[in-house]
């Protein structure tokens, strides 16, 4: 059973505005995690990850926020720019293997 | 500091022949992983290798699928012989295997079972 969920298969936002995309999580042991960025006919890289010992963290135009007691995270990204459209994956980072989920695919229209 | 590399890039093939996929992690990197992504799903880990030994193969169809990583660098993906339902995009990633050192992906190659 998937313990790491994103219940959005898609979200389409307009350029300049933010993406939020969720993530919910059934494990309150879980106290890392990461978010993949996947382009078409590349594989999967590395975005942004969070540790339980902080509720945010930032890198440019990504900030990923994670609520502890709703066991929910949430990736934004502004201002969204066509170039982030992608399927985004949020997966538990406390194993050495990565368990992915059908992800989300955001689009960023002009 | 150079990607992982995989080819082919693209392969079509009948269903019951055999085929192979080649990955050369990123120099160093002790852990090397084989996915598997079904269109419009997310990678399936197939195998985990830790230098050439195998850490976890428990979601690879070992009638069909074999995996190899013998001098704990570059391995190959095998499948003999291959199924229509086997069409999916083979990623290949390694890490450092160490703390929470974050996997880096191949671009990975195109199966067509025909």
């Known amino acids: 059973d998937q313990q790491v969920k994103q219940n959005s298969p898609s979200l389409s936002v307009q350029e300049g505005r933010i993406s939020i995309l969720n993530c919910d999580y059934t494990?309150?042991?879980?106290?890392?995690f990461l978010w993949y960025k996947k382009y078409p006919a590349e594989g999967p890289t590395f975005l942004i990850s969070i540790s339980s010992i902080k509720d945010k963290n930032e890198d440019g135009r990504f900030t990923v926020f994670l609520n502890k007691s709703a066991k929910h995270l949430s990736l934004h990204i502004v201002p969204s720019q066509p170039g982030d459209s992608a399927v985004y994956f949020c997966?538990?980072?406390?194993?050495?293997?990565?368990?992915f989920g059908t992800g989300t695919r955001l689009q960023v229209f002009p | 500091e150079a990607g992982v590399a995989q080819s082919p890039r693209y392969k079509i093939i009948e269903k019951r022949q055999s085929v192979a996929f080649w990955c050369n992690p990123i120099?160093?990197?002790?852990?090397l992983y084989w996915y598997q992504q079904i269109l419009g799903q997310g990678p399936k880990l197939l195998i985990q290798f830790q230098n050439n030994g195998v850490v976890d193969d428990s979601q690879l169809p070992k009638d069909r699928f074999s995996a190899e990583r013998l001098k704990g660098v570059d391995s190959t993906l095998k499948i003999q012989p291959a199924k229509l339902e086997d069409s999916a995009v083979y990623l290949c990633?390694?890490?450092?295997?160490?703390?929470?050192?974050?996997?880096?992906f191949g671009n990975g190659t195109r199966l067509t079972v025909t």
């Open positions: 990633a390694s890490s450092p295997g160490h703390g929470n050192s974050p996997l880096h």
């Open positions: 494990n309150s042991m879980f106290d890392y």
């Open positions: 997966l538990d980072g406390n194993t050495d293997k990565l368990i």
């Open positions: 120099s160093g990197h002790a852990t």
